[in-house]
């Protein structure tokens, strides 16, 4: 089946530091890859869809100079928390389109501290 | 704006019981709805998808229900087992036109779901 990876798995960083997550699909081509952002007993929420080869599209509300998105390749796609604050702290989850089936596969989510 | 709801927020069964999950929806135009399971600090694994065209979808000992019209979806369970427990999260595609941006998913808050032996 098809997989996608998420890394690191936990990462704990200082505040103001920037922080890399990177989401790839295994076994298939993802020609789009969203990336979402979960609290505690709220819901998933979108944060911003990249498209390979093209800027990221982001959803209202959500800052990209802070957020950098880069989608470089079919299956690589990363989020870079920029001065993250511990108010970014939470669980980031990616997904990948898979592009002949159009099912979305979710990566396992990266659990972002920011101390 | 899309937004969907899960009652209850949490739900506690003995093994054995059959238990009915609900999900509905604000704006019946939605390309699919798609179940999703979760586990505690894991990601998604979709269980069900229901294309809007359809009325249900069958998995083992899982069924969904989608009634577009009035916005409700139902996840029926039958013959918990204590390795069902998890979040289960509803989710409904929906496109430009609806939102005004590209295809996307829309979830709910989820409900946490344990079996008990």
């Known amino acids: 089946g098809a997989v996608v990876s998420q890394h690191p798995s936990r990462v704990i960083c200082k505040s103001g530091t920037s922080v890399k997550i990177e989401c790839r699909s295994l076994d298939f081509q993802a020609t789009t890859m969203f990336w979402y952002r979960q609290f505690p007993k709220k819901s998933l929420m979108l944060m911003a869809t990249?498209?390979?080869?093209?800027?990221?599209?982001?959803e209202q509300g959500v800052e990209k100079d802070k957020f950098l998105i880069n989608h470089a390749s079919l299956t690589l796609s990363t989020l870079t928390v920029t001065s993250a604050h511990p108010e970014d702290s939470s669980f980031y989850i990616c997904?990948?389109?898979?592009?002949?089936?159009?099912?979305?596969?979710f990566g396992p989510g990266t659990r972002l501290t920011v101390l | 704006k899309q937004e969907v709801t899960q009652i209850p927020a949490a739900l506690s069964v003995p093994e054995g019981e059959n238990l009915v999950l609900n999900c509905s929806f604000t704006d019946s135009a939605i390309y699919n709805l798609q179940w999703f399971r979760q586990d505690p600090g894991k990601g998604l694994t979709s269980l069900l998808l229901i294309q809007s065209s359809q009325r249900e979808q069958t998995s083992g000992r899982l069924n969904a229900s989608l009634d577009k019209s009035s916005g409700r979806s139902t996840l029926y369970i039958a013959a918990s087992q204590p390795g069902d427990s998890a979040t289960y999260l509803c989710a409904v595609k929906v496109g430009e036109g609806t939102q005004g941006g590209s295809e996307k998913l829309v979830f709910g808050k989820g409900t946490k779901l344990t079996v008990n032996p």
């Open positions: 997904s990948a389109r898979h592009y002949i089936t159009d099912t979305q596969y």
């Open positions: 990249s498209n390979e080869g093209s800027k990221a599209t982001y």
